[in-house]
């Protein structure tokens, strides 16, 4: 095929031979020589092996060769041919735990005195770390600090006048740059790869957002860095996607931004605090944004509020769009718990929500995030349907008693819906709090705003479903 292409490019283009080789010599100097890189960071890679400790058999309670027998004479009914059975040891007692191997990862020395980092899952669970560098020199490590959420890990080796990595901005990472992994996959020291950032800020329903790349990761390379040309650590390699198991040309790594905040945290107090606001959030589709007036889809849209939460006491609504928390733009509803949870307690900060077709800026102090409470459901209570309304719902009044269960100031409840609202989704049970960004009290309410409306163009409705809320568009019968 190749050999094809080079012949049509010098019959059919006339490319004089010399011409070409000239071109040839360039594009093969035009790529980037990464020895250099590898000569600079390279030490500061260290290899890490775990171990866990398991129970072992007391002397002659059968070790692998008497267990292979047994197996035999399970299955053949006669004794493992041409291995000898090994005698006991009377003499010899075993250990009741040993350590033995569990898994092998990467990590790179963050500072001279021995401080690693690696990913949370590469340590999850181990009872022994050990850490083996370039020069061959072992030590045990200390857990410092392990953090689920972002898979960052902090571990210490007794050590000094280590080589350290040099942390590069990542703010300044391009798109289509070249960068290079070194690592241990599958237990292969100092192996070193290279490719380009084929995307940033991916998200891929973690808490962080993606470096996306076509570095070959497999297994091992976990915990190693990602390396800019400069020589500079920009992300912690971490996760692939894969059919297989191994390497299909996507891999992810955490930013180093937000690699070192966390890390901070751990090497100055073993934890990470995180804040919350108490809302249950959904994305907002580009159909309701220009249905609501929003235009452009972006934010996060509140489904529930958490009674006694900062957002309950801010004064957040179900059905809010939150669209700026302390100065920043939510462009997406991942942006919200991230930004949110990099705030200290404590922090009173502005918040601006879209609400029935207009900004309203609000104030919210955070608060720590605390271990995660099971809460019941919401069960609305049903009352005496009092009226046919268009779309095909059918909806009542609710009483004192459901808008206190339900913390609403008002709305309807829906006692049927076909037609038209069954398509959207609508169910029996649904409390609507809203027609075309109008708040509805109850039924009177609800029917003028749905008599002045144009029946032949989408109305949205903001819709409670037990502790959730979440915009509906009615679409006109075709």
């Given at each position: ?239 692939i996607y894969s ?78 769009i939150i669209t ?72 009542s009044d609710l ?80």
């Amino acid at each position: 095929m190749s050999g094809a292409l080079l012949l049509w490019g010098a019959a059919g283009v006339g490319l004089p031979q010399a011409a070409w080789a000239q071109n040839a010599a360039s594009a093969v100097r035009g790529l980037p020589d990464f020895t250099e890189l590898v000569e600079q960071v390279g030490p500061s890679v260290v290899n890490i092996r775990t171990l866990e400790k398991v129970r072992t058999n007391a002397a002659g309670a059968g070790g692998p060769d008497e267990e292979m027998q047994e197996l035999f004479r399970r299955f053949f009914g006669t004794p493992m041919p041409n291995v000898p059975r090994q005698s006991p040891r009377p003499n010899r007692q075993q250990s009741p735990e040993e350590a033995q191997p569990r898994g092998v990862g990467s990590g790179f020395i963050l500072s001279s005195d021995g401080f690693i980092m690696t990913n949370a899952h590469v340590v999850d669970g181990a009872d022994e770390v050990m850490v083996t560098l370039t020069d061959k020199r072992e030590f045990k490590a200390r857990i410092v600090g392990a953090d689920k959420r972002t898979d960052v890990a902090v571990v210490k080796i007794q050590a000094t006048g280590l080589p350290a990595v040099k942390v590069g901005d990542v703010s300044r990472l391009k798109v289509g740059e070249w960068v290079m992994a070194i690592g241990s996959p599958f237990g292969l020291e100092n192996s070193v790869t290279a490719g380009i950032v084929s995307a940033k800020q991916r998200d891929t329903g973690e808490y962080l957002p993606f470096i996306q790349t076509d570095v070959a990761i497999n297994p091992g390379n976990s915990g190693g860095p990602l390396i800019n040309m400069r020589g500079e650590v920009v992300g912690i390699n971490s996760q692939i996607y894969s059919r297989s198991g191994g390497f299909m040309g996507i891999s992810f790594a955490i930013p180093m931004d937000e690699a070192i905040r966390v890390s901070d945290q751990l090497r100055a107090t073993g934890r990470v605090t995180r804040s919350r606001i108490g809302v249950q959030i959904a994305p907002v589709t580009k159909e309701v944004a220009e249905s609501i007036g929003l235009g452009k889809a972006q934010g996060a849209l509140v489904r529930g509020v958490e009674e006694g939460a900062p957002a309950d006491k801010a004064g957040i609504e179900a059905g809010d769009i939150i669209t700026r928390f302390d100065g920043k733009t939510i462009e997406k509803m991942s942006d919200l718990p991230r930004w949110v949870g990099n705030t200290k307690p404590g922090t009173r900060a502005p918040i601006t929500v879209f609400r029935r077709g207009a900004s309203k800026e609000l104030s919210i102090t955070v608060a720590e995030i605390e271990a995660e409470k099971a809460e019941a459901p919401v069960t609305e209570k049903k009352s005496a349907p009092t009226k046919a309304s268009s779309f095909g719902l059918v909806v009542s009044d609710l009483s004192a008693a459901q808008k206190k269960e339900a913390r609403v100031r008002g709305g309807v409840v829906v006692d049927s819906a076909s037609d038209a609202a069954a398509r959207a989704g609508i169910q029996e049970g649904d409390l609507i709090l809203a027609v075309a960004n109008m708040e509805v009290v109850n039924v009177k309410e609800f029917e003028s705003v749905v008599a002045k409306l144009d029946k032949s163009r989408p109305v949205s409705l903001l819709i409670r479903r037990g502790d959730a809320a979440q915009y509906v568009l009615i679409r006109p019968a075709k």
